[in-house]
T-cell receptor, first 116, second 115 residues
C-alpha cells in the first residue's frame, strides 16, 4: 500500500530557532501534499496544500512566512517552522494524494514538535 | 460550506459487543466521506470510504458504514469490538465538485474497549 514517511518523528527546539520537517511518499508519486496540525486531544486542522512545483496554498489564519512549505519533487515536501515559539508546539501531520487517485490521502505518522 | 459533526466525543464498549460511532455531515456538493482511525503514536489509517457508489461501505477490520443522504449521516459500525479497536476515530468529508479534495475532519471520537 501507499506509504508516507515523516522525519523527524519528534523534535525539541529552542524558541527563536527554525525546524524543518520532511514528508516523503515512499512508493508513489504525489502531486499534492497536505500539512495538518493537531493539538492534544483535538482534531486535525489543515494548514496548507502543497502542489509540486508551485507555491503552497495556505488556509485562513496560517502565517505563510512562519510556516514555509516547499514541494520540490513528486515525493518530497518540507515544512519549516521559522522562529519557533512555545505556542507552535504541536503534532504536525502530512498527507499525500496519489496522482491518479480520487480524494483519498495517505497520512504520515506525524512529527511532534516541542518548543522550549 | 462543508462540515462534519461527530456526535460522541467518547464511546466505551465491552469487548465482543457492537460498536456505533455516529457522524453527520453537511455538504453543498456530493461528498466523499471517510472514516480514519488513529492509534497512539501512529499515523492515520483509512478504514473505509464512500464515493457515490454503494451506500453500504465495508472497510478493514470488520468495520462498515452506511451513507444515508436523507439523514446526512455516515455512522460507523462493527458487530463485535476487539481490544485492538481502542483508538481515536475521525469522520471526514470532502466535496467531489471540481476535483477539489480538501479533507474536513470531525472532532474525533475516542473509542475505549473494556475486557
Amino acid at each position: 500500500g501507499a506509504v508516507v514517511s515523516q522525519h523527524p518523528s519528534w523534535v525539541i527546539c529552542k524558541s527563536g530557532t527554525s525546524v524543518k520537517i520532511e514528508c516523503r511518499s515512499l512508493d508513489f508519486q504525489a502531486t499534492t501534499m497536505f500539512w495538518y496540525r493537531q493539538f492534544p486531544k483535538q482534531s486535525l486542522m489543515l494548514m496548507a496544500t502543497s502542489n509540486e512545483g508551485s507555491k503552497a496554498t495556505y488556509e485562513q489564519g496560517v502565517e505563510k512566512d512562519k510556516f514555509l512549505i516547499n514541494h520540490a519533487s513528486l515525493t518530497l515536501s518540507t515544512l519549516t517552522v521559522t522562529s519557533a515559539h512555545p505556542e507552535d508546539s504541536s503534532f504536525y501531520i502530512c498527507s499525500a494524494r496519489e496522482q491518479k487517485g480520487l480524494n483519498e490521502q495517505y497520512f504520515g505518522p506525524g512529527t511532534r514538535l516541542t518548543v522550549t | 460550506a462543508q462540515s462534519v459533526t461527530q456526535l460522541d466525543s467518547h464511546v466505551s464498549v465491552s469487548e465482543g459487543t457492537p460498536v456505533l460511532l455516529r457522524c453527520n455531515y453537511s455538504s453543498s456538493y456530493s461528498p466523499s466521506l471517510f472514516w480514519y482511525v488513529q492509534h497512539p503514536n501512529k499515523g492515520l489509517q483509512l478504514l473505509l470510504k464512500y464515493t457515490s457508489a454503494a451506500t453500504l461501505v465495508k472497510g478493514i477490520n470488520g468495520f462498515e458504514a452506511e451513507f444515508k443522504k436523507s439523514e446526512t449521516s455516515f455512522h460507523l459500525t462493527k458487530p463485535s469490538a476487539h481490544m485492538s479497536d481502542a483508538a481515536e476515530y475521525f469522520c471526514v468529508v470532502s466535496p467531489l465538485s471540481g476535483g477539489y479534495n480538501k479533507l474536513i475532519f470531525g472532532a474525533g471520537t475516542r473509542l475505549a474497549v473494556h475486557p
